[in-house]
Each structure stands twice: as C-alpha cells, then as structure tokens.
C-alpha cells in the first residue's frame, strides 16, 4: 500500500495544502485509482517555504509547492505508473532535481530527535502515534522507581531548551525532594519570539510526545495534575493538543488510571496571556492562576513554590518532546550527541536573508557556518553575509568572523547572545545594524511588563536615543549612555527579559561600532536602511536603462528612457529602497544625508 502524506503544518496549509490533501482523498477513495492508497494529514516537515509538501512511501519521494492541479497527475504517473513528476522535485544547488528529503541538502544534514515524528505522522491520531513507538517510554518509566528516571534524565545532561539552559534533571530531582502534595507539572508553550516557530511546530505535529514528556514528569515528581500554558494565537497548536488528551485520556494512557497502573495524571490547555513576559516562568504561573502575567523575584524558585505556592516543574515544548525519547534509549545514549556542557540536539527556526528557510535539528556544538551555509544554502542573492542573530529579541548579533563559533548554551554566552528558544535570524549587508537593535528595544519596550524600574524606564530610554541615532540627532557621548544603561538592565532587572533586553544593542556596539559612528558622524546609513539618513542615486556607467527600478519606485521620483541611464529627483525620492531592490546591475547606490 502507498502513503501520501501532505504536510498540513501552518505554513503549507496557509498555501492551501488542506485543498491539496482533500483533493488526494476525493480521487483515493474514487475508483480513479486502482492501487490502494492512504492519505496522511502530517504536521510542519520544517520547510515551509517550499509548501505545501508531499512524500510518498514506501518510493521516499518529495514533491515540493504541490497544488490542487497537480493531484490528478500525482495519482496517475507517480502512484499508477511508478513515474517522478520531475517539475515538482527539489533542485538542489547544483541544479540538479533530487528524489527524497534525505538528496535535499537541508534535509540530509540533520538529526532528528525532538522532531523525530513530525511529517511523518497524524497529530491527534493516537493510533499513529502508537504506531511509531510512542508511550513506549511511558510504559517503561512505570517500571521503574522515580529515582531510576531522575537518574537517567541527569545522565542524559539534557538543559533547557526554553532558553536558561538549565539542567532538566536537577529541576526535577529539587521538586521531586519536598514531600507535599499537591505538586505540578507545566508546558511553557508561550513561544513569542519573532520568527520562531520551534514548539509551535512540535504541538502542531506531535502534541502526544509533549504528552507523554509530562507524564512521565509526573512520575518522576510525584504529580497528577499538569498544564499546557500554549501561546493563544497558536490556534491549530491548541486544537492538536486538546484532541490529543482527549484521545490519550479515551485509551487509558492518562487520565485516572494511567496505563491500567492505579496512577492518575490529568492535563489541560490554558491559553496564553497574550503577552511576551508570560514566557517567563513566576509570569506563566501567574497567567495560570488567572493573575496577570507579570514576574515576581527568584530568591524562591518555583521548584519550590511554584504554581498556587507549590512545587511545579515547568519545561518548554522542546525539553519535553526530548524526554520520551531518553527514557526509551537511555541517559548516556542521548548524552553521546552534542558537546561536553551541552547535550544532545537543538531546533532552530532558520529564517532571514538566507536561501533556505525553515525548522533546522542538528547536534549541539554545530557550527554558525554549518547552519547557515551547508543547510541554510547560504545568502540570499549570495549578497555578503553581515551577521546573524541568536536566541530570539533579547539576543545578541554575531559577525562574520564569528561564524565557526560552536553553537551551544556556553559559547554563545561568552559572546554575548545567547540560545534562547532557539531564533536564527541571517542578515546582509543591506541590514543596518543600528536599526536592528532599534526595532528589538521597540518590541521589548512593548512587550515590558513594567513592574520593575531598571526595564521599563531603561527599554524607553533605549528606545529614545537609538531612535536618535537613526534619525541624525545622535551623539557620541549617547554611545557610553547606551552601554552604562544595558550593564545596569542587566544587573538590575527583576527577570530575565530586562536582563537580557541589552543584548542586541550591547552586541552591535560591541562589533558593529563603526555603523553607529557612521550615523553620528558622517549622517549615513552604510546599509541604506534609515531614511533620514540616506539618499539614492543612479550610476550612469552601471545603469542598463531597463527601467526597473521606475517601475518599481512608488513615488514616481525616477525618470529616463529605455536603455538611458536613469535619473532619481532626490526631492521627490522618499529612500524606500524599492529601486535599489529591483535593479539587477546594481546601478543604485546609496549616499549620506549631506552628499551631494
């Protein structure tokens, strides 16, 4: 029997992947097909920006930007005929049409364990699930006495992965320790970083290994009752994993007897505060109570006094989905991927000025440059690469030279970003720095819960002087203001938003200094970002006259004739860059306020 398994992940179904997949079970279930078939409805395979995709087993086969018309001959050349239907195939880099996601070079370089089953099964199917292996390990944690778990989650060495690194076991063991009921188990699934989508993938496309990460949590704790606190705007997130208890809790595997074992676990989905702090764990737990998500300080951890004051183990999606796992293959298998101080894998959500976007899983220790050249393909337009962004809003700018730096939670730290959940954002050299570290202190100055002075008033400050710098009003001396404010953020900040809301401001400081200085002293912008500070003009030796950068201008302020070098009217022009993005000879160029 063949199976064709449509991604119906976010991304592929905002292309109309569900059309797709409903188009494949009309014809399946027809007599238009006269070899049996299953369709499959799949979560995110993690490359959204070839969606919607289609593989087909048992042939590996992946077709890529699937739609409706192209089902029918889907059906007849591939299923009937055993034929490629060459045009819908993934061109590789060297031009070259590849089979199945393991040709695809952002596929094949990556280890899959947290997104083990994701594209590969039916999310709220608990049948699939089953199928693949999973409640395996809850079945075998029942067998064994908490101690053995806590013991195999620190051999494991697995941290974090919600951005503190913490280690997982540790956490565990000190709830484990206090003798009191009741006690909980949480999800953080409030995942708000712009541009990431790991855990919302996870919930999407494999809700029950979360599950079974919780139960078997719960175990190890002494719990019987959890939360999933999930982002609300992660709607299809919410649904999965409420049908996904629902069919655990009718099969007996949770619920009040869990697996026939006399235990008890129940678990609900609480949606999300609709604010960015409430990723932090006192401001989830908060949110939870039904309180406002705002932090309290952690002289008492929430181990301890967690949830309604009791002790309460909270982990992110990705730390949960890895626990399954763990306990199937053991502690010391998993701790043989990774590097020394960091375990196992790590789920990235590659995006920006780089060929291939996506959800990226290799083991921890990998290299900047491995990511973004060997998987991401490298820049788009192979433009020079200027830097890349790690760990999220409150992360730090990474240069080039920087690029073979060992992805992990200590490297990075000792640069000055961070991992974070797990944000990968490439920029070129069209990126003004300055303007990056503006536009995140705006998103964190929104996003601030305002409880602590150091943050709210120190982001607005921010905010004022970077937005001055940008604009020509800046100062030299504002550049030792910018660092005195983010050391003090960062030493007196109540949580970990405030203190690591510095990071991308301290960090392009730190290595793009020269930017700032350009701004200040010589009113330009070297990217050709801010508008205040940049004019554009045409290089009559380079321009072709094709006029496409006048058909692109939105403010009619270029003129010429086919095959003439252009003009731009500086008057008119309100340096949006569109010229500069359409010309394909790179005749557009960019000037200061003050040239002439």
Known sequence: MRTIRVCCGT??????????AAEFERLTQGTQVQVECHVKRTGCNGFCENGPLVTILPDEIAYYRVKVADVPEILERTIQKGELVERLLYKNDAGQRVRGQSDNPFYAPQMKIALRNIGKIEPANVDDYLASGGYEALKKALTMTPEQILDEMD???LRGRGGAGFPTGRKWRTAAGYDVTPKYVACNGDEGDPGAFMDRSILEGDPHSVLEGMAICALAIGTEEGFLYIRDEYALAVQNVRAAIAAAEARGILGDDVLGSGKKLLLSVVRGGG????????????????????????????VQRGLWDRPTVLNNVETLANVPYIIAHGGAHYASVGTEGSKGTKVFALVGKVKRTGLVEVPMGATLRHLIYDIGGGVQGDRPFKAVQTGGPSGGCIPESMLDLPVDFDTLKQYGAMMGSGGMIVMDDRSCMV??????????????CGKCTPCREGLKQM???LTDICE????????????????????????????????????????????YEAHIKEHRCPA?????????AIDPAA????????????AGAITGTAKQPHTIDRAKCIACGSCREACRFGAVRTKGRDDT
Do not use: H, W
């Not at 800046?474 to 938003?497: K, N, Y």
């Not at 321009?543 to 939105?554: F, I, N, Q, V, Y």
């Open 275 to 302: 604010a960015f702090v409430c990723g932090e764990s006192t401001a989830l737990m908060a949110s939870i109570e039904g309180r406002v998500g705002e932090p309290r300080a952690k002289y008492i951890r929430s």
């Open 472 to 515: 020509g009003r800046g100062t030299l001396e504002d550049l030792d203001l910018l660092e005195q404010l983010g050391e003090t953020m960062q030493d007196c900040s109540l949580c970990a938003l405030g203190k690591s809301a510095p990071n991308p401001v301290l960090t392009t400081l730190k290595y793009f200094r020269e930017e």
């Open 463 to 465: 905010l004022a002087i």
């Open 528 to 536: 050709g970002v801010c508008k205040a500070l940049t004019a554009f």
């Open 11 to 20: 991304g592929c179904l905002a292309n109309g992947s569900a059309q797709v």
């Open 543 to 554: 321009c072709k006259g094709c006029t496409a950068c006048a058909r692109a201008c939105p």
């Open 155 to 157: 051999a494991s060495g």
């Open 435 to 448: 303007e990056v570290a503006r536009y995140y202190v705006n998103f964190l100055c929104g996003e601030s």
